[in-house]
């Protein structure tokens, strides 16, 4: 079946400091990866896209300088949070599909990030 | 562009007593695939249910949506709730089969109440 893990499942970083975070789908070539954060305050956010053969695009309020994606091949992807800070709490969620429009997206368990 | 709306907050119920929660939807591709994920405490979301067809009834684990595509919704419904059935719910679209972008809308929280 179709898996995705992430890495690290918890981590904690001092306010100021960087931290990154890998997602891996196993049992299926992932042609995209979406980025999400999941927060009290803000539910259900979409980072970023990152799809086979294109640039990866980031929703409003989110950078390429704050959030830097890599996207090797079809089965990895990492997301760095740059100079995290409070409001960057939450749970960051790695969603993969095989292809487009009804396929299912398969989501990782998270990465919890907390800011000291 | 594309956007999703579904009843947000919480939303808490008695055992046994139907499930109904709305999600509608904007979209600029004709032909969208509207789902709906479930989250369980301490899980990450999970598909539940999907459609790509106009005034089709899907059903799974007890749920069942309909996509009516005249009035741009995607109403999750159920007949007996189920205290196992608290959880976050999304609804979301995707686009045509080019589109590679999932749109979630905010999440509806079904509390079930014994």
């Known amino acids: 079946g179709a898996l995705v893990y992430q890495y690290p499942r918890r981590t904690i970083c001092k306010s100021g400091t960087s931290m990154r975070m890998e997602c891996q789908a196993v049992?299926?070539?992932?042609?995209?990866v979406a980025w999400y954060r999941q927060s009290p305050q803000k539910t259900f956010e979409l980072i970023a896209l990152s799809t086979v053969n294109s640039a990866i695009k980031y929703e409003q309020n989110f950078t390429q300088e704050k959030f830097p994606i890599s996207h090797p091949n079809l089965s990895f992807s990492s997301m760095t949070v740059l100079n995290a800070y409070l409001e960057d709490r939450g749970l960051y969620l790695c969603?993969?599909?095989?292809?487009?429009?009804?396929?299912?997206?398969?989501f990782g368990p998270g990465t919890r990030l907390l800011v000291l | 562009g594309d956007s999703v709306t579904q009843t947000e907050g919480l939303v808490t119920l008695t055992e046994g007593l139907p499930v109904m929660l709305n999600c509608t939807y904007q979209t600029i591709y004709s032909n969208p695939f509207l789902f709906w994920y479930v989250q369980h405490l301490n899980e990450s979301p999970r598909l539940l249910l999907k459609?790509?067809?106009?005034?089709k009834r899907t059903e799974h684990q007890g749920f069942h949506a309909t996509l009516h595509k005249s009035s741009s919704s995607f109403h999750l419904q159920k007949s007996s709730a189920q205290l196992s059935d608290s959880a976050l719910y999304y609804c979301?679209?995707?686009?045509?089969?080019?589109?590679?972008?999932?749109?979630f809308g905010k999440g509806t929280h079904l509390h079930v109440l014994p």
């Open positions: 049992g299926f070539q992932a042609t995209s």
């Open positions: 979301a679209l995707s686009g045509d089969t080019n589109a590679y972008k999932v749109i």
């Open positions: 969603g993969a599909r095989v292809g487009t429009g009804g396929d299912t997206q398969y």
């Open positions: 459609s790509f067809t106009d005034n």
